[in-house]
């Protein structure tokens, strides 16, 4: 029995009728990336009542915050179905890697969803708690990092590379940065952030990801 069938019966219609809303918004971006679609057009796409979606989410804007929580779901579990090797500057640059060749599959969709979060809100939304436990699983068990900088490492530097992904994202949703571009982008602000963490025997290491990827 899965997680899922675990649930209550209730609980488990909620997630469904949800899902069926998030894959209705998902045909009508690849339709039109510009989200500008009505809650009118996404119920009819999704076979549901017209008030379900303001039901299950209140605003069009939590649907698009719902998305990107399920974009970032969606690395978080190519990560872990890849399982990369290696120390945590090497499963950080795999992350970033893995990140940008789903956000690639899809890009006007995925600039529309992650774009909207720069909308005014009245909530705040998970998605920068969820981006922070991404980067947290990515940096592991912090090898690679310096002992004497670990712990500080495991407060800040998770929430710092997401900072830094969304920066990279903010630039190439704006088209200052191509989708070529995206990966070393990230690549480079990484290795910046990285450096000051890092054991002496991975310096060098960076300082080349910094000469290949950055400016």
């Known amino acids: 029995m899965t997680d899922a069938e675990r649930l209550p019966l209730r609980e488990q219609n909620r997630r469904m009728v949800r899902d069926l809303v998030l894959d209705a918004a998902e045909r009508l971006l690849r339709q039109d990336a510009t989200a500008d679609f009505s809650m009118r057009a996404l119920a009819a796409e999704a076979g ?7 039901n299950h989410f209140g605003s069009k804007n939590a649907i698009m915050q719902a998305l990107s929580e399920r974009v970032i779901a969606r690395m978080r579990t190519r990560f872990e179905e890849e399982g990369p090797e290696g120390d945590a500057i090497d499963r950080v640059t795999a992350m970033g890697r893995i990140a940008v060749a789903l ?6 969709v995925y600039k529309a969803v992650v774009g909207s979060l720069g909308v005014v809100s009245q909530l705040p939304s998970a998605v920068r708690l969820r981006s922070t436990d991404l980067w947290t699983l990515a940096l592991g068990d912090l090898k690679g990092l310096a002992g004497e900088t670990a712990e500080r490492a495991r407060l800040v530097l998770a929430e710092q590379l997401a900072f830094s992904f969304r920066g990279c994202l903010s630039f190439w949703i704006a088209g200052e940065l191509d ?13 910046t952030l990285l450096l000051g963490f890092a054991e002496p025997s991975r310096r060098a290491h960076l300082l080349a990801l910094l000469a290949k990827n950055g400016r």
């Open 48 to 54: 549901v009542g017209f008030a379900t979606p303001f």
């Open 103 to 108: 956000l690639l599959e899809q890009p006007a």
């Open 179 to 191: 989708d070529k571009q995206l990966e070393p982008a990230f690549v480079a602000a990484a290795a």
